[in-house]
């Protein structure tokens, strides 16, 4: 068995709405911040799938070495265009930190719990 990248975007999609309507029900956290922190690091996930199925392909063919530059561009601009989005968000809007890093972290919670279902049922021998 391996990762499905695609359900751990289901999965981080599935806590970030929970997480978001605790933090609005409970108002522990500010919710727009949360839904904030997860949206930049589901993109940033999406935007690395994307970059990463354009690079596969372009390693093993001698031939599409300009493919490959593409993507190593695409991933250098992805890098910059998010520091800076970042960056701009937290100087000009009012964001609450602790809330933004709450939502970014879901991304490496749903990680881990795919992991932990991959480990779980290939120990098992479910497929």
């Given at each position: 068995?391996?990762?499905?990248?695609?359900?751990?975007?289901?999965?981080?999609?599935?806590?970030?709405?929970?997480?978001?309507?605790?933090?609005?029900?409970?108002q522990w956290m500010?919710?727009?911040?949360?839904?904030?922190?997860?949206?930049?690091?589901?993109?940033?996930?999406?935007?690395?799938?994307?970059?990463?199925?354009?690079?596969?392909?372009?390693?093993?063919?001698?031939?599409?070495?300009?493919?490959?530059?593409?993507?190593?561009?695409?991933?250098?601009?992805?890098?910059?265009l998010f520091i800076?989005?970042i960056a701009l968000?937290?100087?000009?809007?009012?964001?609450?930190?602790?809330?933004?890093?709450?939502?970014?972290?879901?991304?490496?919670?749903?990680?881990?719990?795919?992991?932990?279902?991959?480990?779980?049922?290939?120990?098992?021998?479910?497929?």
């Amino acid at each position: 068995m391996a990762v499905d990248l695609t359900r751990i975007g289901k999965i981080h999609v599935g806590l970030l709405g929970a997480t978001g309507g605790l933090a609005y029900v409970t108002q522990w956290m500010q919710p727009g911040s949360v839904l904030l922190g997860g949206a930049v690091m589901g993109a940033n996930f999406w935007l690395l799938r994307l970059i990463t199925n354009v690079l596969r392909p372009a390693a093993t063919e001698s031939g599409q070495r300009v493919r490959a530059a593409v993507a190593v561009a695409a991933f250098l601009l992805k890098f910059t265009l998010f520091i800076g989005l970042i960056a701009l968000l937290f100087w000009r809007m009012p964001i609450e930190g602790m809330s933004f890093a709450l939502g970014a972290t879901l991304l490496l919670v749903a990680c881990l719990l795919e992991v932990a279902r991959d480990a779980l049922l290939g120990s098992k021998g479910v497929s």
